[in-house]
């Protein structure tokens, strides 16, 4: 076909079971445009499509007719050579599409979609061109001599005279100049407090610093408030003076603001923020500076492991043991899995780092997979003072929601202008809506669970499908007005704390927290003690640091060993360690109210100890004998469907089909949560030990599910949640 150029492109395709490139000719005046890694538009049967160049090469065999590539999207690659791997890697440790490895990598702007345009922010100034020219009236005269001194802000000189600029840009006395600017400007002054590191902190920073340019992955155990923040900073700073990069992620969206601060006042702006609250052209613009090499640092939620970065010299997880680092949809990655991929890439260290490590964490450290580091005092030297409250002893004495310990210590607290965190792991007013007489419960009708009543609105709610209905005054079944509200949530916290105390409260919940900005707003108003007791669910618990907060209390602390899932007794210990480490964290001593109902678990035992190393071998005694991780390695299948006899018929034929004697099968069953939006879902677990066991018969299963338009499949190799 003489000297022709060929391009491999794959397109964004709604029909699933197509994981391929497809072959297109490059036009000639295309040909020195047309570059691995950027997006061109494409004719795909009768439409246009977007897709990435993954291959170019001459004088390709071909015995069909090829279509021409129409444009292309982009100058320069979206994605460099490095991240067109990484897609391949994600695709192969998920089992999902090519496509969909690369479009999870991408901000909004940058992935494949037709018609989907995000605009690059500009500010306009006015500069003068003409200096002779006589101004014909008093508006004019001022805009011109404003504009002597300099250029000016065109938003400025609009309120002296619109019609005025107009005319003067008309008879070319004055010209628009437009420069690009981002969305995220900081504005903020920082101060550094500088901290002279302790000899633990030291030791830390000099073992990394000996192998920085060597691939080690660090697990760095450290109790609440031992200062691993400063930890990364120094070694942050050391490795930007060999004009590297590093990236820092942050399990929780709410703590990016903190972290962000913190890291602003040593670095200045030479950070870039990427996480899910950005808008999409936030997200643009703060690619582009990581791109154009304007920062050195990306902090971010899960997805920044993508930042485009090309000289990492870092990468630090803080807060390692968390869930938020497994991504729930398709497709499953999990980002310490991303971050040490790229660290080997680079050839640079990676440091996890956790007051909690997860049990597989800490048992790669003690196994040598990873080098343990441990910061096992708190700067202050005093750990809080922890007490566990028997919540059943309290309902006798008629103390049904806060113990009388805790309610005597948030008087005492509020007396001294001293600051309290009370956290409930439950969100809503309550729990359900019950009737007394005939005991139904409101349900969704189209999910299998009850409704949550949330009493801003009088409303129910279904946090799966988003359901909402008003609170009946009867019962729907036998019509008796006896219904009454059933459990505990943040809003009924709230008012029962307004109730008891003479304070300004504030909740922090996924209710309060839907509005852009809201999670910093909240976070520097209690800091700036706007608020005296601050009210919250999980996302309170960790890493978040006031100076005056002497007392933590916990609100059915054992909530979560009610969670069918072997994971619950370390989600437990970790949560109370966590936000015990809220307290004290200055100069103040602290105190920490655990209230539970089962005083005498390992987890709730432990973590009032704080005593990391007897709770992670009595959970590992347990796992050994259960057959779970660390022992041994799961994968979950997920079969969703709308008949449930079809659905139960697929997940029976699979389970037949992986039976075998290297692994162990389990289920099928019903999910936790069975149906969900009028939809089933079913569940089946394997445990197997090695990954080449069951790979292809995984590959085959999701392969041949691609064909079945009637039940979808979801595969997630080691779940954080069952």
């Known amino acids: 076909m003489g000297d022709n150029m060929f391009a491999d492109v794959l397109v964004e395709l709604k029909a699933k079971r197509i994981d391929k490139t497809f072959t297109y000719l490059i036009p000639n005046n295309l040909i020195d445009k ?8 494409v004719p795909f049967g009768k439409q246009t499509l977007e897709g990435f160049v993954l291959n170019i090469e001459k004088d390709k065999d071909i015995d069909y007719e090829i279509k021409e590539i129409i444009d292309i999207v982009d100058e320069e690659p979206v994605l460099n050579e490095e991240m067109l791997e990484l897609g391949k890697y994600i695709s192969l440790k998920t089992l999902c599409n090519l496509i969909h490895a690369y479009q999870t990598m991408l901000p909004a702007a940058l992935k494949a979609h037709k018609n989907f345009n995000v605009n690059k922010k500009y500010i306009s ?8 020219y006589i101004p014909k009236n008093d508006n004019q005269k001022e805009i ?36 690009e600017t981002y969305r995220l400007n900081s504005t903020n002054s920082y101060n550094d407090k500088r901290v002279i590191l302790n000899e633990d902190q030291q030791k830390v920073v000099d073992t990394v610093l000996e192998n920085k340019d060597t691939f080690i992955p660090y697990l760095l155990h450290g109790v609440t408030g031992s200062g691993k923040t400063e930890v990364y900073m120094n070694i942050i700073e050391n490795v930007l003076k060999d004009g590297k990069e590093v990236i820092v992620l942050v399990p929780e969206i709410s703590l990016t603001p903190q972290m962000v601060n913190i890291f602003k006042s040593r670095f200045k702006d030479s950070i870039a923020i990427l996480h899910s609250a950005l808008s999409d052209g936030e997200k643009y613009d703060e690619w582009r500076k990581i791109e154009r090499k304007e920062v050195a640092i990306v902090i971010g939620a899960r997805s920044a492991i993508f930042a485009p970065l090309t000289n990492i010299g870092l990468i630090v997880l ?11 949809n398709n497709p499953k990655y999990d980002a310490i899995d991303i971050a040490i991929k790229r660290a080997k890439t680079y050839n640079c260290p990676i440091i996890l780092g956790s007051a909690t490590p997860s049990i597989e964490s800490y048992t790669r450290a003690k196994l040598g997979t990873y080098k343990l580091l441990e910061l096992k005092n708190r700067i202050n030297k005093t750990m809080p003072e922890v007490k566990l409250i028997d ?26 202008d001293e600051q309290v965190i009370l956290l409930l792991n439950r969100r809503g007013y309550s729990t359900t809506i019950t009737c007394k007489e005939c005991g139904t419960t409101i349900k969704c009708p189209n999910c299998d669970i009850p409704l949550t009543y949330h009493k801003t609105g009088n409303k129910l709610n279904c946090h799966y499908c988003n359901y909402t209905t008003f609170k009946p005054l009867n019962c729907p079944e036998c019509n008796s007005k006896n219904i009454n509200s059933f459990g505990m949530g943040t809003e009924k916290l709230e008012e029962e704390v307004n109730s008891l105390f003479n304070c300004k409260t504030i909740r922090m919940d996924i209710d309060t927290t839907r509005k852009k900005g809201s999670h910093e707003r909240i976070i520097n108003d209690f800091r700036n003690k706007k608020y005296n007791i601050l009210i919250g669910t999980q996302m309170i618990s960790k890493g978040l640091d006031f100076d005056d907060v002497t007392l933590v209390g916990v609100i059915n602390g054992d909530a979560t060993l009610n969670i069918p899932d072997f994971r619950s007794g370390e989600r437990t210990y970790s949560l109370l360690n966590q936000i015990s480490g809220r307290s004290g964290r200055s100069i103040k001593p602290g105190k920490v109210i655990i209230q539970v109902f089962n005083t005498d678990h390992y987890s709730i035992e432990y973590a009032s100890k704080n005593d990391y190393n007897s709770f992670y071998k009595e959970d590992m005694s347990i796992r050994k004998k259960l057959k779970y991780p660390p022992y041994y390695n799961l994968c979950l299948i997920k079969l969703i469907g709308i008949d449930y006899n079809e659905l139960n018929n697929e997940a029976s034929k699979i389970k037949e089909y992986l039976n075998d004697n290297n692994y162990i099968v389990l289920g099928p069953s ?19 030990k090695n990954i080449k066991d069951i790979y292809n018969k995984l590959k085959f299963i999701v392969d041949k599910s691609k064909t079945n338009t009637k039940i979808s499949l979801e595969v997630d190799l080691n779940p954080k949640k069952i």
Do not use: F, W
Request: hydrophobic residues 35%; positive net charge; proline residues 2%.
């Open 144 to 179: 011109i001599e404003i504009l002597k001194l300099g250029n000016a802000l065109k938003s400025d000189l609009t309120k002296i005279s619109v019609s005025s600029i107009n005319t003067l840009i008309s008879k070319k006395v004055i010209e628009e100049i437009k420069e």
């Open 670 to 688: 019903p999910c936790t949560v069975p149906k969900i939006y009028n939809k089933y879902y079913m569940q089946i677990i394997i445990k197997y």
């Open 318 to 328: 803080d807060e390692e043991h968390s869930d938020t680092y497994k991504q729930d």
């Open 125 to 132: 100034y006015i500069s003068l061109i003409d200096k002779d």
């Open 34 to 41: 047309v570059k691995v890694g950027i997006r061109v538009l």
């Open 391 to 416: 919540m059943k002893e309290e309902i006798k004495k008629g103390y049904r929601i806060l113990s009388k310990e805790l309610i005597d210590d948030i008087n005492d607290r509020l007396s001294k």
